[in-house]
């Protein structure tokens, strides 16, 4: 059964950068499409990034577009999220998901992303 463990979490200063790590086990990813959900205290888990099994299709939420960088190495069965220029609202625990099937699309069902690791906290702050 596949695991997703993730890394990179921490404390860090508004304008910093932060690389998320994603490491999968006891399966591969190939042929899921990969994710980086997030939630905030109080707020629902909301989707920052995507990419499709071929790694040819990303999708960002408007928050990060342009801040954020996911990234996949199937060989490495591993899952990448780089992000600049942080600023409070990025605060959040940071979860790798795996879709069902290889797809990425703008709009997402929860329910369609049937792997998830624990989670990793991020914190921005002064």
């Known amino acids: 059964q596949l695991l997703l463990v993730e890394s990179g979490g921490g404390l860090v200063q508004p304008g910093a950068f932060l690389r998320l790590s994603c490491a999968a086990s006891?399966?591969?990813?190939?042929?899921?499409?990969v994710a980086w959900f997030r939630q905030a205290p109080g707020k629902e888990r909301e989707r920052v990034s995507c990419?499709?099994?071929?790694?040819?299709?990303?999708n960002y939420a408007d928050s990060v577009r342009g801040r954020f960088v996911i990234s996949r190495d199937n060989s490495e069965n591993t899952v990448t999220l780089q992000m600049w220029s942080l600023n409070p609202e990025d605060t959040g625990v940071y979860y790798c998901?795996?879709?069902?099937?290889?797809?990425?699309?703008?709009?997402?069902?929860?329910?369609?992303?049937?792997?998830w690791g624990q989670g990793t906290q991020v914190t921005v702050s002064s």
């Open positions: 998901a795996a879709h069902r099937s290889g797809w990425c699309t703008v709009v997402y069902e929860l329910t369609n992303y049937v792997r």
């Open positions: 006891g399966g591969t990813l190939e042929g899921h499409g």
């Open positions: 990419m499709s099994d071929s790694g040819l299709i990303t």
